[in-house]
T-cell receptor, first 118, second 109 residues
């Protein structure tokens, strides 16, 4: 079974609709992230969470909200979808491990959700 | 200025050759460095992590880090057509990840 899962995998919606993308992980990681990827623009961070009570905005949080329901679950909502939110959305997790004075962070991605807003 | 810079490519190499991918970063306090492989329409897959100056080898992959020059590279030996993908460089500093836009690699049979 995949360590990081995302639902749905594909979604087509209309302008103005509210939608939720969900992410679950079985890796036991404390940190979770939402990114979007557009052709030529790379990965851009929307929101991130270091634990259930810690939610932080990324570089492009406008028009999005998140909820960290449990350590293993992190959902992304588009309150009123617009066409320029059409993109590939990825959830990711990481786990900070301290060693020799440095922090080690390996980030693992879910399979992605392809969202189309008409 | 972008935190992580990569040449977008495409970089074309013949099968069996060495592919060299490069990345520069601007944050001098970056601590962890990563290379991801991403096939079209798929999610990024972590292939290498490097934390200290020098080389790190894993199979056909070698990551090289030079913190003084703020430079990290990935060498792929004996390149195969299945290595054709976009390679993303990522840097972690102050608990944030910064990604380059990726270099597209084409390995020609």
């Amino acid at each position: 079974d995949a360590d990081v899962t995302q639902t749905p995998r594909n979604r087509i919606t209309k302008t103005g609709k509210r939608i939720m993308l969900e992410c679950s992980q079985t890796k036991g990681h404390d940190r979770m992230y939402w990114y979007r990827q557009d052709p030529g623009l790379g990965l851009r961070l929307i929101y991130y969470s270091f634990d259930v009570k810690d939610i932080n905005k990324g570089e492009i949080s406008d028009g999005y909200s998140v909820s960290r329901q449990a350590q293993a679950k992190f959902s992304l909502s588009l309150e009123s979808a617009i066409p320029n939110q059409t993109a590939l959305y990825f959830c990711a997790t990481s786990d900070t491990r301290a060693g020799l004075g440095s922090s080690y962070n390996e980030q693992f991605f879910g399979p992605g959700t392809r969202l189309t807003v008409l | 200025q972008k935190e992580v810079e990569q040449n977008s490519g495409p970089l074309s190499v013949p099968e069996g050759a060495i592919a060299s991918l490069n990345c520069t970063y601007s944050d001098r306090v970056s601590q962890s460095f990563f290379w991801y492989r991403q096939y079209s329409g798929k999610s990024p897959e972590l292939i290498m992590s490097i934390y200290s100056n020098g080389d790190k080898e894993d199979g056909r992959f070698t990551a090289q880090l030079n913190k003084a020059s703020q430079y990290v590279s990935l060498l792929i030996r004996d390149s195969q057509p299945s290595d054709s993908a976009t390679y993303l460089c990522a840097v972690n500093g102050f608990n944030k990840f910064y990604f380059g836009s990726g270099t597209k690699l084409n390995v020609k049979p």
